[in-house]
């Protein structure tokens, strides 16, 4: 492989060297395979390309300082793709498939695992597709499970630093009854226009409102929303956003801090109350939030005047990465170490 410059790699995919796969037919999974191929054959029929019978997950491998690798709430990760699975009719990943299928393919292209220093990572996508031809509107009978990795840095240019987001109303990310809570593509179809005019108008990201009565917070493009205030860690109750892993993680280490975790919906006027405010997910960790722009009320909600993350956000962020990292003790059992 050739050297990368590992602390200035953004997010983004670069080739590996290998990729898993499993396929589902008659009722079952197939063997583990390993492929060096970065393209697939499918039947122009396939049910992921007509009706989004398509689902994806994100996870992260870290090397450590003692040289380990470890893997960031790989069985959380596995139970997330089963209920989207659930949700949009496809046939379960079995958890021990998975482990087994994340461990395969981050051994063989353990050469891209960003180093210690570097701050990066190893970004982890499995992608689940329904593969048989059919025309109706029908779950597929063949389904192909694939995992690729990828090295990667910070979400967002600049790293752990502040972002201004903007309300959007025009466009909804997913309905209270939808598909939001489910790790689907076409909720990110769905979010494309709504990012693309956030974007245009200066921000780095879009904010949602909830679609029935755009009265609530939902989600932070694509990361779940939480506020800081009087020493609470406040994140909405909705059906319609996706149940980030890292803000359950977060709202342990929030506990484990002394401070009251509130999920509960959360007004647009209560935006105005918070000392703190963040987007976490895989990808970003906890990025920080400067402000949420409301342009139709006129309304600016500011989180950081002088451009930096507040206190609570970084010892989260902090605390967070040194136990993807290895730095502290893993006292939940949220890491799969491979001595790779
Ligand atoms: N919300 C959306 C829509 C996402 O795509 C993601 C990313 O996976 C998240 C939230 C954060 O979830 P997690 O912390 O499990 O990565
Ligand atoms: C996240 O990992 O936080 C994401 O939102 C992933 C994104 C690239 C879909």
Redesign the pocket.
């Known amino acids: 492989m050739k050297a990368l410059d590992w602390s200035n790699i953004g997010?983004g995919y670069r080739k590996t060297d290998y990729n898993v796969r499993c396929r589902y037919s008659n009722g079952k999974w197939g063997e583990i395979e390993v492929s060096s191929e970065e393209t697939l054959n499918i039947h122009m029929a396939a049910t992921c390309l007509h009706y989004g019978q398509e689902a994806f997950e994100?996870l992260k491998a870290f090397r450590g300082k003692d040289g380990k690798v470890r893997i960031f709430r790989l069985e959380a990760n596995a139970e997330r793709l089963q209920s989207t699975c659930d949700g949009i009719l496809m046939p379960q990943v079995s958890t021990e498939l998975f482990r087994e299928m994340v461990a395969k393919v981050v051994t063989l292209n353990k050469d891209y695992i960003p180093p210690y220093e570097s701050g990066a990572s190893l970004y982890i996508r499995p992608l689940l597709i329904g593969t048989s031809a059919q025309v109706g509107v029908h779950p597929a009978e063949e389904y192909l499970f694939i995992i690729f990795v990828t090295s990667v840095g910070p979400?967002f240019k600049g790293g752990f630093s502040t972002n201004p987001y903007v309300i959007i109303r025009e466009y909804d990310r997913s309905a209270p009854l939808g598909t939001g809570r489910y790790k689907v593509g076409g909720n990110?179809a769905a979010s494309l226009r709504a990012n693309q005019l956030a974007h245009e108008k200066g921000y780095s990201c879009e904010f949602y409102l909830d679609a029935k009565e755009k009265k609530y917070i939902d989600e932070c493009?694509?990361?779940n929303f939480i506020g800081i205030k009087d020493n609470t860690y406040v994140t909405p109750l909705s059906t319609s956003i996706l149940p980030?892993i890292?803000n359950r993680s977060l709202q342990q280490l929030a506990k484990d801090m002394g401070m009251k975790v509130e999920q509960r919906p959360i007004l647009e006027e209560e935006l105005s109350t918070f000392e703190e405010a963040g987007a976490?997910?895989?990808?970003?960790v906890i990025s920080p939030i400067e402000r949420i722009d409301d342009l139709e009320r006129g309304t600016s909600y500011v989180f950081a005047k002088d451009g930096k993350p507040g206190p609570v956000c970084t010892k989260l962020y902090n605390k967070l990465r040194a136990i993807q990292y290895g730095d502290e003790p893993d006292t939940y059992g949220w890491v799969t170490v491979l001595d790779i």
Request: hydrophobic share 35%; aromatic share 22%; net charge neutral.
């Open positions: 997010f994100g979400y990110y493009g694509a990361a980030s890292t976490c997910g895989t990808a970003a």
